[in-house]
C-alpha cells in the first residue's frame, strides 16, 4: 500500500462530527410484550433490526439497540439534535402499546417538545403556557381541552397555523378554574429536567461502548431519558423527580471516578512534518492505544493539521506523551531524500504484499520508503529517516538498481520463420539448455503472434553468449546462405524506408531472412541477405523489384543556365519553378552558393516528366535571352 493510500485510511478513521447529540431512553418490558418483541427470539430481533433500519434511513440517526437485566430495551440514538427527537418518537410510536385509551384520561407527554407553565394559586393569573411545534402544541390542547372540559369548562386558545405565535393560552378567573389548573400542574410537573457538568471529551466514556458504561444507570432508572451533545459539557437528564435525583447523584459519583482516572493531553506538530507522523508513526501509536488502553487522535482538520490528542488514564498518557514527543523531536531532525529506481523494478522492491520493502525499512532503522503509485510512470524513489540511515539506505537502493539492471539487460532479435516452427515444435529442449547454460531467460513471442522475435533477458555478456548459441543452432538446423544484392547508394534511403520500415516489412514477408544494409552515408553499394535459401531467393527478388520502380522513377537530366537567369526561372518566391513542377511532377534542384558548378540545373523524376520540365525550363530560358537581345 502507498503512503498516500496509509494517509487517507487514517484520516477517514479519525473523523468526528460537530454537532451531534446522543439521547438514551428505555422501552419498558411490558411495551415490548405488546409488540411481541423479545431479545431471545431470532425471528423477532431481525423485527426489531428491521425497524431500526427504517427509522435511521427516513431520520439519518444512527441507532443502538441492548437488552438490559431486567429485559427492558436500552435505546442508543445519535445524530443532529432534531432528528434524534424525530427519531425517537417514530421508535416510541413504533412499539407503544396499542391500547384503547380512556375516556377520562390523557397523556401529556406524548408530546415532549411542548412545555406547558401552569399558573400556582397564590400567582392570580388565569393564564396557562403552553410553548412548542405547532403540530406538538396542538396535540397538548387538545388534551388540556379534555380536562378542562371535564373538570372546569375552560376553553383553550391555540393561535392559528398562519400565526407566527407558538404560544397557547387558557383564560379565564382564576377562581373559577377550580381544580382544573392544579391538575394540569400536577400532570405536567411529573417529568423534570436536569443537567449534570462533565466535560465532552468524557462523554464517550460515560457512555462505552454500545452503551455498556451507561447501562446500569439506564437500568436502575428506566423513566430518566439520558442526553449527551458533543459540543457542550453538561449532560441533560429527564424523567420523574424521584427517579431524576438519584439517577443524577449516580452519574455524578461516576464522572467523579472518571475525572480522577482519566486525563488528557495535546501535542503540537510542526504542520510541515504533521503528514510523516501520520504515515510513520502511525502503526507506533496503535501499538501504544493496544498497550495501554488509551487513544490518540490524529485530527484530518486542515486548519488543526498540528494537533495530536492522547486520552486514557493519568500514567498512561503521561508515558505516551513522552515517547510521541521523542518521535517528534526524531522527525524534526529527519531528512529526505530521493533516488530514481527504474519503474520495471519497483514490484522487486516492494515484494509480495510488501516484505521485501518492509525488510528494507527494518534493515535501516524504518526509514519511510515512498514509491510513486501505479499508473505514474515516474521511477523517482522518496526516502525519509535520519541523515546517517537516509543515506546508507539510498546507497543500498542505489546499488540495488544497478544490481537489477545489469541482471535484467534485454536484448531482441529476429529468427527465421521455419528455426521458430522447429523450436516449438521439437526444440524447447535446446532452448532449456542454453538458458541453463548461459544463466539468462529465453522468452519465446506468444502462440498465433505474427512476430519471429525472441526476447532474451539477463547480464549483458551472458544475454551475448544466448544469442550467439541461437545463431549457430539456428544455422546448423537450416539451408542457410548469404546472398549479395548490388543497389546503388543513391537509392539506400528509398529502399530502406523511413526508420527503415520498408526493409523490416521486406525480411517478415520472407521468412524474417537477415538483410544487412550499409550505414546511411556509406558509398558501399552492397545488401547482404541471409538465411534460408528459399527465404532468401524471395527475398532478393522483392529488393530487385523495388529497385527497378525506383530506377524508373529516379530519371536524371541536366540543364544549363548562367547563374544570373536562375533568380527568374525561380520567380519570386518560387513561383516559377512551383509551377513547373506541379505540372510535371519532376524534382527541379539549382546550385546553391557551396556548389563549384554554379550552372548546372539537375532535373529527377520518371523520364517522360524530367524531359517536359527540361524543354519548360529551355523555352522560359529562350525568352529571357530575346528580352535581352532587344534591351
Known amino acids: 500500500m502507498t503512503s498516500q493510500a496509509c494517509t487517507r485510511q487514517w484520516d477517514k478513521k479519525v473523523k468526528f462530527g460537530n454537532s451531534f447529540i446522543t439521547r438514551l431512553f428505555t422501552i419498558p418490558v411490558e411495551q415490548k410484550k405488546c409488540q411481541g418483541i423479545s431479545c431471545y427470539c431470532v425471528s423477532e430481533k431481525r423485527e426489531l433490526k428491521k425497524i431500526c433500519k427504517d427509522i435511521m434511513k427516513k431520520t439519518g440517526v444512527h441507532i443502538e439497540v441492548s437488552s ?40 401529556l407527554n406524548e408530546a415532549p417538545n411542548t412545555k406547558i407553565s401552569v399558573p400556582r394559586p397564590l400567582n392570580h393569573s388565569d393564564v396557562i403556557k403552553i410553548s412548542g411545534t405547532k403540530e406538538d402544541i396542538e396535540k397538548a390542547a387538545c388534551e388540556i381541552q379534555v380536562i378542562i372540559d371535564k373538570k372546569t369548562g375552560v376553553s383553550v386558545e391555540v393561535p392559528s397555523l398562519h400565526s407566527p405565535s407558538e404560544t397557547t393560552f387558557l383564560r379565564r378567573y382564576q377562581e373559577k378554574l377550580g381544580p382544573g389548573p392544579s391538575h394540569l400542574f400536577e400532570e405536567a410537573s411529573k417529568v423534570i429536567v436536569a443537567e449534570v457538568s462533565a466535560p465532552s471529551w468524557l462523554h464517550k466514556y460515560i457512555i462505552g461502548r454500545k452503551g455498556a458504561s451507561i447501562k446500569h444507570v439506564i437500568q ?68 501504544l492505544q493496544n498497550e495501554t488502553l488509551i487513544m490518540a487522535h490524529i485530527s484530518s482538520d486542515s486548519e488543526q493539521r498540528s494537533l495530536i490528542r492522547i486520552e486514557g488514564n493519568l500514567a498512561d498518557v503521561t508515558r505516551v506523551k513522552q515517547e510521541l514527543q521523542e518521535m517528534v523531536h526524531k522527525m524534526n531532525k529527519e531528512i529526505t531524500k530521493e533516488c530514481m529506481i527504474d519503474k520495471r523494478f519497483h514490484d522487486n522492491i516492494i515484494g509480495s504484499k510488501g516484505e521485501k520493502v518492509k525488510n528494507i525499512r527494518d534493515k535501516f532503522n524504518q526509514v519511510n520508503i515512498e514509491l510513486p503509485e ?97 545463431t549457430s543452432l539456428q544455422d546448423e538446423l537450416g539451408n542457410v546462405e548469404d546472398v549479395d544484392v548490388i543497389i546503388p547508394a543513391i537509392f539506400h534511403q528509398s529502399i530502406i524506408g523511413i526508420k ?35 527465404d532468401v531467393d524471395k527475398a532478393k527478388h522483392q529488393l530487385t523489384e523495388l529497385l527497378q520502380k525506383k530506377q524508373q522513377f529516379r530519371f536524371t537530366v541536366e540543364l544549363k543556365a548562367r547563374p544570373e537567369y536562375h533568380k527568374f526561372l525561380i520567380g519570386v518566391k518560387g513561383a516559377n519553378v512551383k509551377k513547373v513542377r506541379q505540372k510535371t511532377g519532376a524534382r527541379i534542384v539549382f546550385p546553391t552558393n557551396s556548389d563549384e558548378d554554379k550552372e548546372t540545373i539537375t532535373i529527377t523524376g520518371h523520364k517522360e516528366a524530367a524531359m517536359e520540365a527540361k524543354k519548360i525550363l529551355e523555352d522560359m530560358m529562350e525568352d529571357l535571352f530575346s528580352v535581352e537581345q532587344e534591351s
Open 374 to 470: 501505479q499508473g505514474i510512470k515516474s521511477g523517482k524513489v522518496r526516502i525519509r529517516g535520519c541523515k546517517e540511515d537516509v543515506e546508507n539506505c539510498y546507497q543500498y537502493l542505489v546499488q540495488l538498481n544497478q544490481d537489477l539492471l545489469a541482471n535484467n539487460y534485454c536484448h531482441k532479435f529476429q529468427v527465421y520463420s521455419q528455426f521458430l516452427k522447429y523450436i516449438i515444435d521439437k526444440g524447447r529442449s535446446e532452448i532449456w539448455k542454453i538458458e541453463t547454460e548461459t544463466e539468462t531467460k529465453i522468452v519465446l513471442p506468444p502462440e498465433n503472434s505474427k512476430t519471429n522475435t525472441l526476447i532474451i533477458i539477463g547480464r549483458k555478456e551472458n544475454v551475448m553468449a544466448s544469442e550467439k548459441r541461437i
Open 220 to 287: 436502575d432508572f428506566p423513566m430518566v431519558l439520558v442526553e449527551f451533545n458533543n459540543r457542550a459539557s453538561k449532560i441533560k437528564l429527564e424523567g420523574p423527580q424521584c427517579e431524576l435525583e438519584r439517577a443524577s447523584k449516580t452519574l455524578e459519583n461516576m464522572i467523579a471516578d472518571l475525572k480522577a482516572s482519566f486525563t488528557y493531553e495535546e501535542i503540537h506538530v510542526n504542520p510541515h512534518y504533521y503528514r510523516h507522523v501520520a504515515e510513520k508513526y502511525r502503526d507506533n501509536v496503535y501499538g
Open 68 to 107: 438490559l437485566n431486567n429485559q427492558n430495551l436500552m435505546i442508543v440514538v445519535m445524530g443532529k439534535d432534531d432528528a434524534v427527537l424525530r427519531a425517537q418518537q417514530k421508535f416510541v410510536n413504533k412499539l407503544k402499546p396499542q391500547e384503547k385509551k380512556a375516556k377520562n384520561s390523557s397523556n
Open 500 to 534: 527503415g520500415q520498408q526493409i523490416r516489412s521486406i525480411s517478415a514477408n520472407c521468412g524474417y531472412v537477415r538483410i544487412v544494409f550499409p550505414r546511411r552515408g556509406s558509398i558501399k553499394d552492397k545488401f547482404i541477405l541471409r538465411g534460408p535459401k528459399e
